[in-house]
């Protein structure tokens, strides 16, 4: 192989110069070739410069969007006063509290849950807050005439029905509205809302009487540092140092919005290999385009093996020509992918961070080129090595060429190389590893079972018992004959209608599943912040107004996971499944009894006296994934107290039920005497809408400090999530459909030779043009369906293993959509196979015959 590369390298100058003289008959025969790398590309490219753009802007945009260089934020307590001496020592210090809370109607007819923020003076200490009318913060949240006022968002002021100048109660208080919220400089640091936003001031928090024992209340103290060049990673080991049992989470400007980074990296991973996808797609379209050129090359090719030239040479003259070609489509598809970032800043402006001017991503820009690229010399590998064998005089008496199976094994060698840098490439380039590798992998499965399928349908025509009909006869035998449409067909169309087919099935189960089974499951409300004083009359009066219905209720706390067996977790490599786990504060509760939604999996549960060492039972499935066993210990920190328990048992926890669940239960001796709410869910399957109104009305006028969440509401958010999410997964999807046509176009283009001869021959034999039309409309069917067919099976069974085992919710098969992937593939195959063909139906016969 060595001396092969050597050979070829060597006779380079004379292929370059035959290769170049041979392009002066310009990309004649290449157009679905150029169009196939250029789409895949530009997706890539595309997709991959949005999404740096935009996590470079939350880079740039740092300080602004956390509103200072450092925050240090606290669960449920305030600093103390050593701390917060620490905090201004370092520069400006501007605290805001978020919580959530019912807001009301004046004369308590109706309410709505609310994300609460109450800022102080000094916020924001970077970037501007845009109120309308656009007045002064401080003026619009200032007590006047014995009223403070509140800024809200206006799908708040939708929802209750009220206006600028109207009243709202929060807790014990009534504001007036002032204004409505146009921009928050902060909004995304704050992470996700599941309701409208209201600003306050701090001053009037303290009078609402929402902050109490046991609140959920999280405290930012922003700090506009005096020395701007100190690293917050540097700031970050100091405080930890100072005040280890702190407990406060620290980020830095330079990691303003981590959750949506993450988010923004993970979904453009995701694009990025639908995008690949396409390419693969496309490659089948590069192979068939490659073989139809040399198809039409060989007279030169014999020429050239005529007059004594190797066949290494014959294959670099036209590897040459190729990759020529392919740089201007990858050319293309880089220039268009880099457009696309303007385009789509523009309409990202005001909802997401985008950079203020155009730049260039060549990072980006390079990681699409290379797999437009490596995709073109992976896929034209093989049709060059059948070329180089193919006597001179086998090319001057034939149509065509075979020979596959006479490949030298080092074209396959070169291809399975070419493959796998590809592979290396996205991987390696994938934030989420795991995730990369199971979707090439998945591909490469799809593209063996692919060509399987396809030479399964054409032994299916082969020995197909023959029909009355000449027509279908005809479309039969078209089917498993030489030069066939079958294997490009199935390939490429397959891949595109898996994919699309795969997405919406999978689409489609999380919003039933968000509108149906979980909201049949899922409790009617939980409510959060009860004080234990109030728990009896909570309950009673919920029976009260709802006497089918079940009410639980089990203390809560805030607390975040520091340490395993006294290792700090954030020197622990832990599994991507499970991080979720680490991330920020967790709901934690203690119990003298096995919760009744939860069985034991392994370990024995405490006794109800028990008062030895602090215990803890942990979700089975997460406990695992973070490589925890029993006996171990875990190190919890709340309110600003480190406390550690060893692991007694493993529970198995059904988190899609939506009942009340926690990853941590402990032992009831470990937080004996510390403060903490308690939080109850109402379920009520045969409530109306208007009852459960009644429910939260009553609830929130009794204990206005009680935050109702009624669980549809969520689960209605999170739909439209899932439903903006899905058009730019769909939009990425279509373009490996769009690829797979382009293929489909160029194989019937590929292939219109031959037929022109067998379409001539027939009606010279007494053929009418309608039984020819038959005949292609018959075989385009057939063609169609069994791609549908195999993408039905392979989305099912993707989408299945993607609902039940990654997201663990129920699977529906959707006949509507399997339907219209029915009907994508007929049209696709029908309709390009039929304009295809449609000038091999009106040829002449004489010019065909002369040359037979």
């Not at 470079?56 to 450092?70: H, V």
Request: hydrophobic share 50%; charged share 15%; glycine share 10%.
């Amino acid at each position: 192989m060595m001396f092969g590369i050597a050979t070829a390298l060597k006779s380079f100058p004379l292929a370059f110069r035959f290769a170049l003289r041979e392009m002066r008959g310009g990309l004649r025969g290449f157009y679905v070739f150029i169009l196939c790398i250029l789409l895949g590309t530009a997706a890539i490219a595309g997709v991959n410069s949005v999404g740096r753009a935009m996590t470079s802007a939350i880079r740039a945009q740092g300080s602004e969007i956390l509103a200072g260089d450092i925050r240090f934020g606290l669960k449920q307590r305030e600093a103390k006063p050593e701390e917060l001496a620490y905090l201004e020592s370092l520069g400006k210090v501007s605290l805001s509290s978020n919580l959530r809370s019912m807001a009301r109607l004046a004369d308590k007819s109706s309410q709505a849950l609310a994300e609460l923020k109450a800022v102080d003076g000094a916020y924001p200490l970077y970037g501007r807050f845009i109120a309308q009318p656009d007045r002064p913060l401080s003026n619009l949240l200032a007590e006047d005439a014995g009223l403070y006022g509140a800024v809200v968002q206006p799908a708040l002021m939708d929802r209750l029905g009220l206006k600028i100048g109207d009243h709202v109660l929060l807790g014990e208080l009534s504001f007036v509205i002032r204004a409505t919220i146009v921009s928050e400089p902060d909004l995304l640091s704050d992470g996700f809302a599941f309701a409208p936003r209201i600003l306050i001031s701090r001053d009037a928090l303290a009078r609402t009487g929402l902050v109490r024992t046991g609140s959920l209340i999280d405290n930012n103290y922003r700090i506009k540092l005096d020395d701007p060049d100190r690293k917050a990673r540097q700031l970050k080991r100091q405080a930890e140092a100072k005040f280890p049992e702190a407990g406060w989470s620290i980020r830095g400007a330079n990691n303003a919005a981590p959750s949506l980074s993450d988010n923004i990296k993970r979904f453009s991973d995701f694009l990025t290999l639908v995008g690949l996808a396409a390419l693969a797609a496309g490659g089948v379209g590069v192979a068939n385009a490659v073989s139809a050129f040399l198809d039409q090359k060989r007279q030169v090719i014999a020429s050239f093996k005529s007059l004594g030239a190797p066949g290494h040479l014959i294959v670099t003259i036209y590897m040459i020509q190729i990759l020529a070609i392919a740089t201007i489509a990858v050319t293309a598809g880089v220039v268009i992918g880099a457009a696309i970032t303007p385009v789509a800043t523009y309409f990202l402006r005001g909802f997401l961070p985008v950079p203020d001017s155009f730049p260039l991503y060549p990072v980006a820009l390079g990681i699409a080129a290379l797999f437009g690229l490596l995709t073109t010399v992976a896929f034209s590998i093989l049709p060059l090595g059948r070329a180089r064998l193919v006597r001179a005089t086998e090319l001057f008496r034939s149509q065509s060429y075979e020979g596959w199976r006479r490949v030298p094994m080092r074209y396959y060698i070169g291809a399975f190389i070419a493959f796998g840098l590809v592979a290396a490439l996205a991987i390696f380039s994938s934030e989420d590893r795991f995730i990369a590798t199971a979707f090439l992998g998945s591909t490469a499965v799809a593209f063996v079972v692919l060509r399987l399928v396809a030479l399964g349908i054409s032994a299916i025509a082969r020995h197909a018992p023959k029909v009355s009909s000449p027509a279908l006869r005809l479309a039969i035998g078209n089917i498993h004959r030489p030069g066939a449409l079958t294997a490009p067909v199935v390939l490429s169309l397959g891949l595109g209608l898996t994919l699309l087919a795969s997405l919406a099935l999978i689409e489609g189960n999380l919003r039933g599943n968000l509108s149906g089974a979980l909201a049949e499951k899922a409790p009617n409300f939980f409510f959060v912040d009860i004080q234990g004083k109030d728990v009896e009359g909570f309950r009673e009066l919920v029976q009260q107004k709802a006497p089918a219905g079940k009410v639980a209720e089990v203390p809560m706390l805030r607390g975040r996971i520091v340490a395993f067996n006294g290792e700090d977790v954030q020197k622990r490599s832990i599994p991507q499944a499970a991080r979720w786990v680490l991330q920020g504060d967790r709901g934690i509760t203690y119990s003298d009894m096995l919760p009744a939604n939860a069985s034991l999996d392994e370990g024995q549960w405490w006794t109800a006296d028990y008062n030895g060492e602090p215990l803890v039972s942990f979700s089975g499935e997460e406990g695992r994934e973070l490589g925890l066993r029993i006996g171990d210990t875990v190190t919890v920190n709340v309110l600003g107290r480190s406390i550690t328990a060893r692991i007694a048992n493993f529970r198995a926890v059904e988190w899609r039920s939506m009942s009340i669940n926690f990853v941590m239960v402990f032992s009831p001796n470990t937080f004996k005497g510390a403060p903490h709410a308690w939080l109850a869910t109402l379920t009520d399957t045969g409530a109306t809408s208007a009852q459960d109104a009644t429910v939260m009305n009553a609830v929130t006028n009794a204990y206005p400090g009680i935050t109702t969440i009624r669980v549809k509401d969520a689960l209605d958010v999170a739909a439209g999530l899932v439903g903006q999410l899905a058009i730019g997964v769909r939009a990425a999807a279509s373009i490996a459909l769009l690829v797979s046509v382009l293929v489909l176009a160029g194989a019937i283009a590929a292939g219109n030779r031959a037929r022109i001869h067998d379409a001539v021959v027939l009606k010279t034999l007494g053929a009418r043009r309608t039984m020819l039309m038959r005949a292609y409309l018959y075989e385009y069917f057939l063609l169609g369906l069994s791609a549908s067919a195999f993408a039905l099976l392979a989305a099912a069974g993707a989408s299945w293993y993607a609902v039940t085992e990654i997201m663990e919710l129920p699977f529906t098969f959707l006949t509507g959509t399997a339907v219209g992937t029915v009907l994508i593939a007929l049209v696709l195959t029908a309709g390009t196979g039929l304009i295809g063909t449609w000038s091999v139906l009106g040829q002449k016969a004489a010019p065909v015959l002369r040359e037979l």
